[in-house]
C-alpha cells in the first residue's frame, strides 16, 4: 500500500514511476584504475550501448585514489567493473511538463551517509525522458536548471547550483529529483546521464619484418586494440618489438616507432602537417607515437606492417 501511495503521489507531482528500492548492501571499494578515466569525454553511437540486465551487473562504485581535473581524491565515482565496457558521460536537456517517464531502480544502499547506486529500470514509451534519449541501464549524474550559453543559443546546466546524483541511493535520488520547482516555474532540465558503453575494439593483424622473425616461425601475431589508445603504446604493451634495423628513429620519440599500413587506414587518427610531410614518399606509413587507433571510436581491422 505504501508504495502504491508513493508510485500516485509521485506520478501527480512529476510524473515519476519508481521501482522499491532493494535495499541491497553498498560493499566497500577499492582505489581502482580504469580504462574510463580517459574515454568518458568521448560521445559513441547507439551500436555500443548495452542492455538493462548487462549495465546493472557491470555499474560499480570506484573512489578515486588522487587529485585529478574531474574530482578531489576519495570521491566515489561510477564506473565498470570490466574494463572490456566503459562509462560515457551525457548531457541531456529534458522536458518535465507531463512527467519525466521513468522508473528507477537501486542496484545498491542502504548507507547512513546516502551513497549508492540507483539506475534507469524502464523508460516510458513517448515520455520526455524517451525524447530526450534516456536509455534503460543509465544512471542519473546531476540535474540542473538551464542556463542559456554566453557564446550561442544553447542551453548548459547551472553547475553552481546543480543537484549531484551520482553514486547515491534510491531515497536521496528520490529527495533531490521531487524537491525541484514545480513544472509550471521550471519546465525543463538539464541532466547529466552516466552510460555503460561497450569499448569499441580493433581487431589488428601485425607481419614483423623478416629480420625479426626466426627461420621458420609465424611473422604475424593478432592482437585486439581498444578504440581511442595510442598506436604505439598499444603495441608495446601488448609485446610488440620495433626493432627492424632497416628503419630510422623518429624524429617525435626518437625511437622506431614507423608501421605500414596495409589495410584499415581509415581507423587511424589523420596525420598531422608534420606527419604528412614526413610521410610524403612513405604515404601508406605512419608514425605509430602520434597516431590514435579507432579514430573517433570506430572499430573494424587493421593490418600492419
Known amino acids: ?36 578515466s580517459s574515454a568518458n ?14 549495465a546493472a551487473n557491470l555499474w560499480t562504485v570506484t573512489v578515486s585514489a588522487n587529485d585529478s581535473v574531474d574530482r578531489v581524491a576519495g570521491t566515489p565515482y561510477l564506473d ?13 536537456t529534458l522536458n518535465r511538463v507531463g512527467g519525466f517517464g521513468l522508473e528507477l531502480i537501486e542496484l545498491a544502499g542502504g548507507r547512513d551517509d546516502g551513497l549508492g547506486i540507483t539506475i534507469i529500470e524502464n523508460v516510458l514509451e513517448g515520455s520526455n525522458a524517451e525524447a530526450a534519449g534516456i536509455i534503460p541501464g543509465d544512471s542519473l ?21 546543480a543537484k549531484i546524483l551520482e553514486c547515491r541511493d534510491f531515497d536521496t535520488t528520490m529527495e533531490a529529483l521531487t524537491s525541484l520547482p514545480s513544472p509550471d516555474e521550471l519546465p525543463k532540465v538539464v541532466v547529466g546521464v552516466k552510460r555503460i558503453k561497450r569499448w569499441p575494439k ?5 607481419t614483423y619484418p623478416s629480420c625479426q622473425v626466426a627461420e621458420g616461425a609465424d611473422p604475424t601475431v593478432e592482437l585486439e586494440l581498444f578504440a581511442g589508445e595510442n598506436l604505439k603504446r ?8 620495433f626493432e627492424d634495423g632497416n628503419q630510422r628513429k623518429c624524429d617525435f620519440c626518437g625511437q622506431k ?31 605509430s607515437c602520434k597516431t590514435v587507433v579507432g579514430h573517433l571510436m570506430q572499430e573494424g581491422e587493421l593490418d600492419l606492417s
Open 257 to 287: 616507432c614507423m608501421v605500414k599500413v596495409q589495410k584499415g587506414g581509415k581507423l587511424l587518427s589523420p596525420m598531422s602537417t608534420t606527419e604528412e610531410k614526413l610521410m610524403e614518399r612513405n604515404v601508406r606509413c605512419r608514425v
Open 202 to 206: 580493433i581487431t589488428t593483424r601485425v
Open 141 to 161: 549524474s546531476f540535474i540542473s536548471q538551464p542556463v542559456k550559453d554566453k557564446i550561442g543559443d544553447s542551453e548548459t546546466p547551472d553547475n553552481a547550483n
Open 80 to 92: 565498470s567493473k570490466n574494463t572490456d565496457y566503459f562509462v560515457d558521460d551525457v548531457e541531456l
Open 41 to 54: 569525454r568521448f560521445r559513441v553511437d547507439d551500436e555500443f550501448n548495452v542492455k538493462l540486465e548487462d
Open 1 to 36: 500500500m505504501t508504495i502504491l501511495l508513493l508510485l500516485l503521489f509521485l506520478s501527480r507531482v512529476d510524473g515519476f514511476f519508481v521501482s522499491s528500492p532493494s535495499r541491497s548492501p553498498f560493499p566497500q571499494t577499492s582505489h581502482l584504475l580504469s580504462l574510463t
Open 234 to 241: 598499444a603495441l608495446q604493451t601488448r609485446g610488440i618489438v
